[in-house]
């Protein structure tokens, strides 16, 4: 089992920065793929980013050169740099660790969920 926890969300203007973390716990985690997703109102959950044990990262097109993920093996932690937000961007973001290779962006591939954490993105 692997326990996820974020932290970081908040209310920023349009333009604005946050950094997201999500600690880690229970299996290894520097074996898992870590990912990030999001979910605004009204629509379904999609992927944002995710990077692999080696720190192989891959993101969706929405947020390609604005979000940077990352990850720190020695304190269990996963990262999402955003910049230049927009209101588009305004959604629950969830954390999520899979066992299997393979930065997928396919919600299904992850077995572990955090409880999520708000970011607004005022105008």
């Known amino acids: 089992q692997v326990q996820l926890v974020e932290s970081g969300g908040g209310l920023v203007q349009t333009g604005g920065s946050l950094r997201l973390s999500c600690a880690a716990s229970?299996?290894?985690?520097?074996?898992?793929?870590m990912g990030w997703f999001r979910q605004a109102p009204g629509k379904e959950r999609e992927f944002v980013a995710a990077i692999s044990w080696s720190r192989s990262a891959n993101y969706a097109d929405s947020v390609k050169g604005r979000f940077t993920i990352s990850r720190d093996n020695t304190k269990n932690t996963v990262y999402l740099q955003m910049n230049s937000l927009k209101a588009e961007d305004t959604a629950v973001y969830y954390c999520?660790?899979?066992?299997?290779?393979?930065?997928?962006?396919?919600?299904?591939?992850?077995?572990?969920w955090g409880q999520g954490t708000q970011v607004t993105v005022s105008s």
């Open positions: 229970g299996r290894t985690f520097s074996n898992n793929v």
């Open positions: 999520a660790a899979r066992a299997a290779t393979g930065t997928t962006p396919t919600r299904g591939g992850y077995a572990y």
